[in-house]
């Protein structure tokens, strides 16, 4: 049971990177699949969630700009992320859990618990 985070790197402000959390072992068609970031001297914090039926939740500072979508056949759900900002940069980890109800929590982690390691993004001025 693995959840693979990828496709951070370096862009420059207002630049776009997608990222794909890919699910090894199980399936993670029936679980909500969150993304979560951390920032040096920050705690983690979500982002965005989506539900097994695909229902989408957003932090307000990321609305508008990132999209998350799933693909259940490629067992992967994606971070589109356009018009980056300096305080986007972070460590990126996507986790599963029943429902999106606590990705906004800072008590997350007790109902997201199966996660990826993180991948760097760092937006650039």
């Known amino acids: 049971v693995q959840l693979q985070a990828s496709g951070g790197g370096l862009v420059q402000t207002g630049g776009s990177l997608r990222l794909s959390c890919a699910a090894s072992?199980?399936?993670?068609?029936?679980?909500?699949v969150g993304w979560f970031r951390q920032a040096p001297g920050k705690e983690r914090e979500g982002v965005s969630c989506?539900?097994?039926?695909?229902?989408?939740y957003y932090i307000d500072s990321v609305k508008g700009r990132f999209t998350i979508s799933r693909d259940n056949a490629k067992n992967t759900v994606d971070l589109r992320m356009d018009n980056l900002q300096r305080e986007d940069t972070a460590t990126y980890y996507c986790?599963?859990?029943?429902?999106?109800?606590?990705?906004?929590?800072?008590?997350?982690?007790?109902?997201?618990?199966?996660w990826g390691q993180g991948t760097q993004v760092t937006v650039s001025s």
């Open positions: 989506i539900t097994s039926g695909g229902l989408t």
């Open positions: 986790a599963t859990a029943p429902e999106c109800t606590y990705y906004n929590d800072p008590y997350h982690s007790i109902a997201f618990g199966t």
């Open positions: 072992g199980f399936s993670a068609e029936h679980d909500a």
